[in-house]
Nanobody, 124 residues
Framework: QVQLVESGGGLVQAGGSLRLSCAAS????????MGWFRQAPGKEREFVAA????????FYADSVKGRFTISRDNAENTVYLQMNSLTPEDTAVYYC?????????????????WGQGTQVTVSS
């Protein structure tokens, strides 16, 4: 069992930056691939970024490539999402997820465990 708690969301002006964190419980964090998803009002949940268990492989949605960076610290049981050059289109609730298979995160928008989400609002 893995429990995930996101933090770091908030209100930021367009062009600004935020860093989201997702803290995981349990001693098996390093065996899971991790991902970030987001859901805007009236829209379906969409994949944002993923990272494999070691941090050696990362994947990004086209909409965030070059602006967002996912990273993890297995010693701290935490995954991060650094978001730069934010636009109002990035406004959404951001969720982190853990899954044994990174393919599930990237290709199927699936996760074994999910956090409760953190709101990111970008004003124009």
């Amino acid at each position: 069992q893995v429990q995930l708690v996101e933090s770091g969301g908030g209100l930021v002006q367009a062009g600004g930056s935020l860093r989201l964190s997702c803290a995981a419980s349990g001693r098996t964090f390093s065996t899971y691939a991790m991902g970030w998803f987001r859901q805007a009002p009236g829209k379906e949940r969409e994949f944002v970024a993923a990272i494999n268990w070691s941090g050696g492989s990362t994947f990004y949605a086209d909409s965030v490539k070059g602006r967002f960076t996912i990273s993890r610290d297995n010693a701290e049981n935490t995954v991060y999402l650094q978001m730069n050059s934010l636009t109002p289109e990035d406004t959404a609730v951001y969720y982190c997820a853990a899954d044994k298979a990174i393919r599930d995160i990237v290709e199927v928008n699936r996760g074994d465990y999910w956090g409760q989400g953190t709101q990111v609002t970008v004003s124009s």
